[in-house]
C-alpha cells in the first residue's frame, strides 16, 4: 500500500507542475487608495452613497474582474473539497484500508487505549496523501495564479509537512481523548464527546497565539511608535490588558494583509501582519486593529465557542444515530463493527462533511454577523472611516466587492466589500464633525 501512496503522489507533482508553469500573472495592485476621493471628502452635501461608489471607482475594471473570478471560484471549491474528502472516505472504507490500518494498529500495541492514536498516525498521513491533489493545486497553483501567494515549491512544501506534524500530533491526542469516551460511555459517548472537543478546542485557541503560529511565521514586537502607540491608546482605552504589539513574517508565504487579536488571559496578543505594515496607511492600520479589538471587547472569542458547543452536541447527536445506522447496513462489508473501533473514523469524516457543507449558510451567517459588529466597534474606536474604505478595497484584491443578497448570504463570511465601505461612509455622515478641515480661529491682538 505504501508504493501505491508514493506512485499518486509523484504523479501528483508531474501533472500539477505542468498547471503551475502555465499559471496566469499576478493580479496587479489597486490604484492609489490613500488619496480620499473627492465624493468622499467631508462637505455639507455628503452624500454616502455617492462616496461609496467613488472609493470603488479606485479598484480598476481588471483587478475586479481577477478579485470575481478568484472568489466566485471558491464557491466551486466548496462543492469539490466536499466531494474529494467524501471520495476518501469511501475509497478508505469500501476497499478496506481502514479496517487494514485498524488492524496493523492492533498488531502494534496490545493497549486498547493506544489503538487509536496508531491507527490516527496512519489514517492522517494516508488522508493527506489521497488529498494532496486538490491540496496543492487549491494552495499552491490556484494561490499563484491569481497573485496571492509569494512561496516556491520547496518552502511551500515545508509548511505542508509541518502542518501534517502538527495535525499528527493534535490529531493523535483527539483520537486517544475521544475513543476513551466512547469506549467507556457507549449510550453517552456524543455528550462528552462534545465536551471533551470544545475543551481541547478552547486549549487550541489559547495556545495557538504562543505555540503553534510561531512554527509557521516568525512573529517579533514591533518597535515603531508611529504604529504602535495609535493601536495601544486604543487598546487601553477599550479595556484590552496590552502593552505589545506583535508583527509576524506573513509575506513569506501571501501577499494578503490580516490582523487579529487572539489568545486568552496570559497569550492574548495583538498581531499584525506585514503585508498590513508595508502596504496599509496608519489610517488603514488603526481602522482594521478597531475591527480586531471589536472581537475581543465583545466576547467573540467565547460566544463562538458557546456556538460551536451547541453546533458540536447537535454534530456529535446526529453522529451517534449516523454511525448506529450506517454500521447496521454496511459494518460488516467494512469490517467495522461498533463506534468504539477506530477504523469507523472515515465514517466520521463523511457523515461530519455532510452535515457542515449543508450547514455552509448558517456557519457563514453566524461569523459574518460577529464580523458586522466588528466593523461598527472598529468605526467607533478608530475614528477611520476613510481608513476602513481602503482595507475594504485591499481585501477585494481577492473578495467579490459585489455579490447579490443570497450570494453574500450563502458564500460570505464577512460582509461584501461595498457594504463595508457604505458602512463606513454611512458613519462619516453621522460624524462629519469630526472631519472638519477648516482652520481654528485665531486669537485678536
Same mark, same amino acid.
Given at each position: 500500500m505504501p508504493s501505491f501512496f508514493l506512485k499518486i503522489f509523484a504523479s501528483t507533482l508531474i501533472a500539477f507542475s505542468a498547471l503551475s508553469a502555465a499559471s496566469q500573472p499576478a493580479i496587479q495592485p489597486t490604484a492609489d487608495i490613500t488619496k480620499v476621493p473627492v465624493a468622499a471628502q467631508p462637505s455639507p452635501q455628503f452624500d454616502? =452613497?455617492? @462616496?461609496?461608489? @467613488?472609493?470603488?471607482?479606485?479598484?480598476?475594471?481588471? @483587478?475586479?474582474?481577477?478579485?470575481?473570478?478568484?472568489?466566485?471560484? +471558491?464557491?466551486?471549491? $466548496?462543492?469539490? =473539497?466536499?466531494?474529494?474528502?467524501?471520495?476518501?472516505?469511501?475509497? !478508505?472504507?469500501?476497499?478496506?484500508?481502514? @479496517?487494514r490500518m485498524r488492524d496493523l494498529a492492533v498488531r502494534i500495541t496490545r493497549f486498547q487505549w493506544l489503538q487509536p492514536l496508531m491507527y490516527g498516525l496512519q489514517y492522517i498521513?494516508?488522508?493527506?496523501?489521497?488529498?494532496?491533489?486538490?491540496?496543492?493545486?487549491?494552495?499552491?497553483?490556484?494561490?499563484?495564479?491569481?497573485?496571492?501567494?509569494?512561496?516556491?515549491? +520547496?518552502?511551500?512544501?515545508? =509548511?505542508?509537512?509541518?502542518?501534517?506534524?502538527?495535525?499528527?500530533?493534535?490529531?493523535?491526542?483527539? #483520537? *486517544? *481523548?475521544?475513543?476513551? $469516551?466512547?469506549?467507556?460511555?457507549?449510550?453517552?459517548?456524543?455528550?462528552?464527546?462534545?465536551?471533551?472537543?470544545?475543551?481541547?478546542?478552547?486549549?487550541?485557541?489559547?495556545?495557538?497565539? *504562543? &505555540?503553534?503560529?510561531?512554527? &509557521?511565521n516568525t512573529p517579533k514586537k514591533l518597535n515603531d511608535p508611529t504604529i504602535t502607540a495609535p493601536i495601544l491608546r486604543m487598546a487601553h482605552a477599550n479595556g484590552i490588558p496590552t502593552n505589545d504589539v506583535w508583527e509576524i513574517d506573513a509575506s513569506r508565504q501571501t501577499t494578503r494583509m490580516s490582523a487579529n487579536v487572539s489568545g486568552f488571559g496570559n497569550t492574548m496578543r495583538i498581531t499584525l501582519n =506585514?503585508?498590513?505594515?508595508?502596504?496599509?496607511?496608519?489610517?488603514?492600520?488603526?481602522?482594521?486593529? +478597531?475591527?480586531?479589538?471589536?472581537?475581543?471587547?465583545?466576547?467573540?472569542?467565547?460566544?463562538?465557542l458557546m456556538f460551536f458547543l451547541i453546533l458540536t452536541v447537535l454534530s456529535f447527536a446526529y453522529l451517534f444515530w449516523g454511525i448506529k445506522?450506517?454500521?447496521?447496513?454496511?459494518?460488516?462489508?467494512?469490517?467495522?463493527?461498533?463506534?468504539?473501533?477506530?477504523? *469507523?473514523?472515515?465514517?466520521?469524516?463523511?457523515?461530519?462533511?455532510?452535515? &457542515?457543507?449543508? !450547514?455552509?449558510?448558517?456557519?457563514? %451567517?453566524? %461569523?459574518?454577523?460577529?464580523?458586522?459588529?466588528?466593523?461598527?466597534?472598529?468605526?467607533?474606536?478608530?475614528r477611520q472611516p476613510d481608513g476602513f474604505a481602503q482595507?475594504?478595497?485591499?481585501?477585494?484584491?481577492?473578495?467579490? #466587492?459585489?455579490?447579490?443578497?443570497?450570494?453574500?448570504?450563502v458564500f460570505f463570511d464577512h460582509p461584501s466589500g461595498y457594504n463595508r465601505i457604505h458602512s463606513a461612509m454611512v458613519w462619516k455622515s453621522q460624524n462629519l464633525e469630526l472631519f472638519n478641515q477648516s482652520p481654528a480661529p485665531q486669537p485678536e491682538h
Open positions: 454616502a =452613497d455617492a @462616496a461609496t461608489e @467613488a472609493y470603488l471607482a479606485l479598484m480598476p475594471p481588471a @483587478a475586479v474582474a481577477r478579485s470575481n473570478a478568484y472568489f466566485e471560484g +471558491g464557491y466551486w471549491l $466548496i462543492l469539490w =473539497d466536499f466531494l474529494y474528502a467524501s471520495g476518501i472516505s469511501l475509497l !478508505l472504507l469500501n476497499l478496506r484500508w481502514s @479496517a498521513v494516508v488522508a493527506a496523501v489521497l488529498g494532496f491533489p486538490l491540496e496543492y493545486y487549491e494552495n499552491y497553483v490556484r494561490e499563484h495564479k491569481y497573485g496571492m501567494a509569494t512561496q516556491t515549491f +520547496g518552502p511551500w512544501m515545508g =509548511d505542508e509537512f509541518k502542518s501534517l506534524l502538527v495535525s499528527l500530533v493534535m490529531g493523535s491526542i483527539v #483520537m *486517544v *481523548v475521544l475513543f476513551a $469516551i466512547v469506549r467507556k460511555l457507549p449510550k453517552t459517548w456524543w455528550i462528552w464527546g462534545a465536551v471533551a472537543t470544545m475543551v481541547l478546542l478552547t486549549i487550541m485557541v489559547a495556545i495557538g497565539p *504562543v &505555540f503553534i503560529q510561531p512554527i &509557521f =506585514d503585508n498590513l505594515l508595508k502596504r496599509g496607511s496608519p489610517e488603514e492600520i488603526q481602522a482594521v486593529m +478597531g475591527h480586531e479589538m471589536g472581537h475581543y471587547v465583545m466576547n467573540h472569542i467565547p460566544k463562538s445506522w450506517a454500521l447496521s447496513r454496511w459494518g460488516e462489508r467494512w469490517q467495522i463493527s461498533s463506534a468504539s473501533d477506530p477504523a *469507523v473514523l472515515p465514517l466520521v469524516m463523511l457523515l461530519g462533511g455532510i452535515l &457542515f457543507f449543508v !450547514l455552509t449558510p448558517i456557519n457563514n %451567517t453566524f %461569523t459574518r454577523v460577529q464580523e458586522k459588529e466588528a466593523d461598527m466597534f472598529g468605526l467607533n474606536a478608530a482595507a475594504a478595497i485591499h481585501l477585494g484584491e481577492y473578495r467579490k #466587492m459585489r455579490p447579490g443578497t443570497i450570494e453574500e448570504f
